[in-house]
């Protein structure tokens, strides 16, 4: 391996995506790969280490902040320059199933408050196995309470159906996620 040929994923370098022509059905599969391989190996695994950890609640949600960005990304074509719409397009999914309301105060209460002064904001508390049925809700004194373990569970079922899109011939969204993997690529050799 060289400098010009880095690692893209835990198993990929940067020599196996420029091998791709994308004209066979082999080559979108091995495509879909490399990027499965890009998300899992920098965000579910590590999440799955240490989600059952009591104390990481804070430490799940925040990397899984980081997965709905990076899926959306490759949705999308683009890095994600409005971090709203991330979460707007992928918390109301059925995996999912925020409202709107409830949408917008996790993007400000929770995703902004952690990146930008690591904490949660207006009564916003994480917990390991409450709810016990649904991922988020409103407790008796007006918490929202969000369940780490269903909340990561629901984005690892959106992240595997985009996949199984992938996999059963989405013309428009490997269009996508080879556009943004080809943008990746080339910021890490801008200057």
């Known amino acids: 391996m ?49 989600e059952p950890s009591r104390f990481s609640g804070f430490a799940v949600v925040a990397l899984d902040c980081l997965l709905i960005e990076t899926i959306y990304g490759f949705q999308h074509g683009a890095s994600t320059m409005d971090t709203k719409a991330p979460y707007r397009a992928i918390l109301p999914l059925p995996e ?10 996790f993007i400000e209460d929770v995703r902004n408050a952690m990146v930008h002064d690591t ?15 649904g991922i988020v809700e409103r407790d008796s004194s007006g918490n929202f309470v969000l369940n780490r373990r269903h909340f990561h569970s629901g984005l690892r079922d959106v992240l595997n ?11 428009v969204g490997r269009q996508k996620m080879k556009e943004r993997m080809l943008q990746i690529i080339e910021k890490h050799f801008s200057t």
């Open 119 to 133: 904490e949660t904001r207006k009564r916003w508390l994480i917990e390991m196995n409450l709810p016990a049925i």
């Open 161 to 171: 159906h985009w996949l199984e899109r992938l996999r059963s011939g989405d013309l």
């Open 2 to 50: 060289t400098v010009s040929d880095f690692r893209i994923s835990p198993k990929y370098h940067k020599s196996d995506w420029d091998k791709l022509a994308f004209n066979t059905q082999e080559d979108w599969v091995a495509a879909i790969d490399i990027v499965e391989d890009r998300i899992k190996g920098r965000l579910i695994q590590w999440i799955d280490q240490i």
């Open 96 to 105: 999912l199933g925020f409202d709107s309301a409830t949408v917008e105060s």
